[in-house]
């Protein structure tokens, strides 16, 4: 395999590929050995590893480990886990120096990939540049025979037993009991989601089946289609739904009248019973303005950073943030001690709100309004993505005075924004366009598509 191929698994918060392509478990290893060494310089002994329920999460998992021990240092290797349940275990443990965790989270089910954390909940930043540099360079260094890593094996039981316990202890718990729909898409959240609100609630199950294939179609419940968990909240007559992706680290949240609610809404919401003002809340450039104009008519200051979650997570500990909410439906708690992100407490979370509220999701959400809002995922290899970005921000500048470049180009006019953004996952450009009403959404997103869409062109032919 050429070294050119390989190169474009090395995202800005992670590493992913399709296995089998771009992603074999030899890469892995030395991937592992090269975060080994890192948290060796950083005077680390021990880190946890475990992935997501995947068919090729196993294999490289294990290459994963085997990797770390040839760098030296020992690994507790859990068995597979939710995202955030693995992030706990991570926190909480004060032997661990650190994880790696093996999920391509919302991709379809070829893909696989892992992602670093630190011991606070904060992810891997520049350190991943640094590894994509040693990985190219070979500046990798495995211990002699006598030198490398213990590992230790630990079941997932352990590990939800006590996520489960700490959730049950968070200062927001349900006053009365909902009718709650939950859909894990087949993915790994499916190991405890349902089991964690039974405790508390009425649990409708979707999916709920750990299957790596993902029979229910894509794993990624913010573009796939919802409408069977809608129509299965509004006939059961329940309170909430909420879709999880394939390692569970996003929650797309449906009313009781089957719609879907944006994610800032549920920042809101969350915000609006948690904070107070003064505190500080961390959101990404995708987010609609709606977030930011309430939260600031309550007193509650906010802080824009890149689109990701070791971005917010790094920026909510720079900034002392309460909260961080990303549009793609990642939400943050540092309230509670914590960087990294955790939909399923949020999700559990809010729905104890909806209990102490005592009204309807569909009438706070209605109380608290929305943007109209489009988002769309434009394809683009790769290769040529980050030049259409380039050719892209130089048009945009030249034509628009009121442009942030914090992540993408963001064109801020009035009444109304457009994002336009590389995605650091997959083959896409994502464009997020925003208004006041329909018309003004629909003429703009028209009129910055077609931009994008020359741009790409101009830069593939040339």
Same mark, same amino acid.
């Given at each position: 395999?050429?070294?050119?191929?390989?190169?474009?698994?090395?995202?800005?918060?992670?590493?992913?590929?399709?296995?089998?392509?771009?992603?074999?478990?030899?890469?892995?290893?030395?991937?592992?050995?090269?975060?080994?060494?890192?948290?060796?310089?950083?005077?680390?002994?021990?880190?946890?590893?475990?992935?997501?329920?995947?068919?090729?999460?196993?294999?490289?998992?294990?290459?994963?480990? +085997?990797?770390?021990?040839?760098?030296?240092?020992?690994?507790?290797?859990?068995?597979?886990?939710?995202?955030?349940?693995?992030?706990?275990?991570?926190?909480?443990?004060?032997?661990?120096?650190?994880?790696?965790?093996?999920?391509?989270?919302?991709?379809?089910?070829?893909?696989?990939?892992?992602?670093?954390?630190?011991?606070?909940?904060?992810?891997?930043?520049?350190?991943?540049?640094?590894?994509?540099?040693?990985?190219?360079?070979?500046?990798?260094?495995?211990?002699?025979?006598?030198?490398?890593?213990?590992?230790?094996?630990?079941?997932?039981?352990?590990?939800?037993?006590?996520?489960?316990?700490?959730?049950?202890?968070?200062?927001?718990?349900?006053?009365?009991?909902?009718?709650?729909?939950?859909?894990?898409?087949?993915?790994?959240?499916?190991?405890?989601?349902?089991?964690?609100?039974?405790?508390?609630?009425?649990?409708?199950?979707?999916?709920?089946?750990?299957?790596?294939?993902?029979?229910?179609?894509?794993?990624?419940?913010?573009? +796939?289609?919802?409408?069977?968990?809608?129509?299965?909240?509004?006939?059961?007559?329940?309170?909430?739904?909420?879709?999880?992706?394939?390692?569970?680290?996003?929650?797309?949240?449906?009313?009781?009248?089957?719609?879907?609610?944006?994610?800032?809404?549920?920042?809101?919401?969350?915000?609006?019973?948690?904070?107070?003002?003064?505190?500080?809340?961390?959101?990404?450039?995708?987010?609609?303005?709606?977030?930011?104009?309430?939260?600031?008519?309550?007193?509650?200051?906010?802080?824009?950073?890149?689109?990701?979650?070791?971005?917010?997570?790094?920026? +909510?500990?720079?900034?002392?943030?309460?909260?961080?909410?990303?549009?793609?439906?990642?939400?943050?708690?540092?309230?509670?001690?914590?960087?990294?992100?955790?939909?399923?407490?949020?999700?559990?979370?809010?729905?104890?709100?909806?209990?102490?509220?005592?009204?309807?999701?569909?009438?706070?959400?209605?109380?608290?309004?929305?943007?109209?809002?489009?988002?769309?995922?434009?394809?683009?290899?790769?290769?040529?993505?980050?030049?259409?970005?380039?050719?892209?921000?130089?048009?945009?500048?030249?034509?628009?005075?009121?442009?942030?470049?914090?992540?993408?180009?963001?064109?801020?006019?009035?009444?109304?924004?457009?994002?336009?953004?590389?995605?650091?996952?997959?083959?896409?450009?994502?464009?997020?366009?925003?208004?006041?009403?329909?018309?003004?959404?629909?003429?703009?997103?028209?009129?910055?598509?077609?931009?994008?869409?020359?741009?790409?062109?101009?830069?593939?032919?040339?």
């Amino acid at each position: 395999m050429e070294l050119s191929s390989i190169e474009t698994i090395f995202r800005a918060y992670d590493i992913r590929g399709i296995f089998g392509k771009t992603l074999l478990p030899d890469i892995v290893s030395k991937i592992g050995t090269i975060f080994a060494n890192i948290i060796k310089e950083w005077g680390g002994k021990k880190v946890g590893v475990s992935g997501d329920g995947r068919i090729s999460t196993p294999a490289l998992l294990h290459a994963a480990t +085997a990797g770390i021990v040839a760098g030296g240092i020992d690994v507790v290797m859990y068995e597979q886990l939710p995202i955030s349940v693995f992030y706990f275990t991570i926190w909480k443990d004060n032997d661990l120096d650190g994880g790696a965790y093996i999920t391509a989270s919302h991709n379809p089910p070829e893909w696989n990939g892992i992602r670093f954390r630190k011991n606070d909940g904060t992810g891997f930043v520049e350190e991943n540049k640094e590894i994509k540099k040693r990985f190219f360079k070979n500046m990798i260094k495995w211990v002699s025979w006598n030198e490398i890593g213990v590992i230790i094996k630990r079941g997932a039981e352990d590990a939800i037993s006590d996520y489960i316990e700490f959730v049950s202890k968070v200062p927001v718990q349900p006053v009365s009991k909902l009718k709650v729909v939950i859909d894990t898409m087949n993915g790994i959240g499916g190991l405890l989601i349902p089991r964690l609100f039974r405790k508390k609630h009425d649990v409708i199950t979707l999916n709920a089946q750990v299957d790596g294939s993902f029979p229910c179609g894509s794993p990624d419940p913010v573009h +796939a289609d919802l409408s069977n968990l809608c129509n299965v909240v509004i006939n059961a007559k329940a309170d909430v739904g909420v879709a999880f992706d394939g390692d569970a680290d996003r929650a797309v949240i449906v009313d009781d009248k089957g719609r879907i609610v944006p994610a800032e809404v549920i920042g809101i919401l969350l915000a609006r019973n948690l904070l107070k003002p003064g505190d500080i809340v961390v959101h990404t450039p995708e987010c609609s303005s709606i977030l930011r104009d309430k939260l600031e008519e309550m007193g509650i200051k906010t802080v824009e950073t890149r689109v990701g979650d070791v971005f917010v997570a790094r920026a +909510a500990k720079e900034n002392n943030a309460k909260l961080g909410v990303e549009g793609s439906y990642h939400f943050f708690l540092p309230i509670y001690g914590f960087y990294y992100d955790d939909a399923i407490l949020a999700s559990y979370v809010t729905a104890s709100i909806l209990t102490e509220e005592n009204k309807s999701l569909s009438k706070l959400f209605d109380e608290i309004g929305y943007y109209h809002v489009i988002r769309e995922n434009i394809p683009v290899d790769d290769v040529i993505k980050w030049k259409v970005m380039e050719k892209l921000k130089d048009k945009v500048l030249r034509e628009y005075s009121n442009v942030s470049t914090i992540d993408g180009v963001k064109i801020y006019l009035e009444g109304a924004s457009i994002l336009i953004r590389p995605s650091n996952t997959e083959p896409v450009i994502r464009m997020l366009t925003e208004a006041k009403s329909k018309e003004v959404v629909r003429d703009l997103h028209k009129r910055f598509k077609k931009m994008l869409k020359n741009t790409i062109g101009e830069v593939a032919h040339s």
